[in-house]
């Protein structure tokens, strides 16, 4: 929440624990059952130009958090507990590693990753990972998989020149899906959107994520926990408010959960989430100004005017 | 003749009930799976005897700088003279990282019953600080600056107007 970090119960409605205001968090993971993993800036360098992983401890009223790994680039949750951590190595590679579900590192891959991983997902089954990946020098960006067990790369597709990943590739059975367009189009609002897209587990070449509609504007997505459902923000179109789709992957079918034409939903990829047994998903989400509005009650009694987050019951898959 | 007649009752009688209940039924199953996240907002008490009016467009003139005027008026709508009114405004930002707040004071000796004043403020709404280590706004959605106005009398009669303001940095 604004760079810091809270722990609220899903069944009550004050906040457990909190960061320090001045934390910096970037992005959020379970580590364990009762442990959070936080990407943030590294609090040593206070330059904003290396991330670190903390973890959290149990405090009375402060988070307390202790540091697990520095110069990290991306970090995906393991299946069973943990992180698959990708980390700087040198000026031109990516160094992989896995935490257990006490914090510790537990195993480092020796081979490098030629590049600087952008993203990261690791499959339901926790056997391989998805990276995305930018190349040194052509500044080109890849998708490359990772077997967990061997240490094994492999290029599956190499990106158009220009075109750029934006969040972690997620992978499932029915294919890799992940969100590309033209690069600084997040930035800019005439640039291109950004569309959704399949790479199938057999094939290197990329096609439109089916089911979705030509038309669907793609912002960020998350496979659910099973792997069968995508949680996808984005718009029918151009023109279409931006909503919360779930996509189901057996039968192509995508379901808008939300409808909210007045209201702005977060589109950065860690603002998305899917609970542990895939039946709800939380975004972040705010009313939409458009100019300055008087109310005739303090700003604390104030809700859909400020970024909340929505817990979206969505069903179990199937 | 007569059974017929009854027959006939009895058989539209029977339609009328079947028709309502599949309406019923059809009225059930038809909720959209879509759902909305607007919360029901709150817009609050308004105090009959102390009012605060703000003017919109003075409102939509403001920037994020220094020196901002800030008009309110406040009316005595009620059936007794109002004394010693203090007012507090405080300027915040909607991220909550950002723990600066910026206060301002002011007061109104008597009102009139049926009766409005003026009162002004000069506001301080440029960025507030980012604590060190933090992340800066260029890397958040422009948080939206909060201007609160409470007013008070001696006698417990209050006011509060809560301002949110969209301002950009350019503008």
Redesign the interface.
């Known amino acids: 929440m604004d760079g810091y970090v809270v722990e609220k119960p899903t069944d009550a409605s004050y906040l457990r624990h909190r960061t320090t205001r001045d934390f910096g968090a970037q992005e959020i993971e379970w580590a364990s059952g009762d442990s959070l993993a936080i990407l943030s800036a590294d609090l040593s360098k206070r330059d904003g130009t290396s991330s670190a992983i903390y973890r959290t401890r149990q405090g009375d009223e402060i988070l307390s958090v202790d540091e697990v790994s520095t110069s990290v680039l991306a970090m995906s949750p393991l299946p069973d507990g943990g992180l698959l951590i990708a980390g700087e190595e040198g000026a031109s590679a990516s160094a992989l590693a896995t935490t257990d579900d006490s914090g510790q590192v537990s195993r480092t891959y020796p081979s490098l990753v030629q590049g600087k991983v952008s993203g990261l997902s690791v499959s339901p089954d926790g056997d391989r990972a998805v990276l995305a990946m930018r190349a040194e020098g052509s500044g080109r960006f890849a998708i490359l998989g990772f077997d967990l067990s061997d240490g094994t790369s492999w290029r599956i597709a190499d990106l158009p020149r220009d075109e750029e990943v934006f969040g972690a590739p997620q992978w499932t059975e029915h294919g890799v899906f992940y969100v590309a367009g033209e690069e600084k189009a997040a930035q800019s609002e005439d640039a291109a959107p950004y569309y959704m897209y399949r790479l199938p587990l057999d094939s290197g070449t990329p096609g439109p994520a089916p089911g979705v509609g030509e038309d669907f504007v793609a912002s960020s997505l998350r496979a659910s926990p099973d792997g069968e459902r995508l949680a996808i923000v984005g718009r029918r179109n151009l023109n279409s408010p931006t909503d919360l789709y779930v996509l189901d992957l057996k039968t192509d079918v995508l379901e808008a959960v939300t409808a909210n034409e007045n209201m702005e939903i977060k589109t950065s990829p860690p603002d998305l989430s899917w609970s542990a047994d895939g039946g709800h998903i939380a975004i972040v989400a705010r009313g939409i100004l458009s100019g300055s509005r008087v109310y005739q009650v303090r700003a604390g009694a104030l809700l859909a005017d400020f970024y909340n987050v929505y817990d979206v019951p969505v069903g179990d898959s199937g | 003749m007569r059974g017929g007649i009854l027959w006939a009752l009895g058989t539209a009688l029977a339609f009328v009930l079947t028709a309502t209940a599949f309406l019923l039924l059809a009225g059930l199953f038809a909720t959209?799976?879509?759902?909305?996240?607007?919360?029901s907002?709150?817009?609050?008490?308004?105090n009959p005897s102390l009012d605060l009016d703000?003017d919109?467009g003075q409102?939509?003139a403001?920037g994020d700088l220094p020196d901002q005027s800030l008009d309110l008026t406040v009316h005595n709508g009620g059936e007794e003279q109002l004394s010693n009114i203090s007012f507090t405004l405080k300027v915040?930002s909607?991220?909550?990282?950002?723990?600066e707040a910026r206060y301002y004071r002011a007061t109104v000796d008597e009102l009139a019953v049926g009766t409005s004043r003026n009162v002004g403020f000069v506001l301080d709404l440029s960025p507030l600080a980012v604590?060190?280590?933090?992340?800066?706004p260029e890397d958040?959605?422009a948080p939206?600056t909060?201007v609160?106005i409470?007013a008070t009398t001696p006698k417990g009669i209050s006011?509060?107007?809560?301002?949110?303001?969209?301002l950009q940095a350019d503008s």
């Open positions: 959209s799976p879509e759902r909305s996240l607007a919360p907002g709150s817009s609050g008490d308004s703000l919109q409102l939509a403001l915040t909607e991220d909550t990282a950002l723990t604590p060190g280590g933090a992340v800066s958040l959605e939206q909060i609160e409470q006011a509060v107007r809560t301002v949110i303001l969209p």
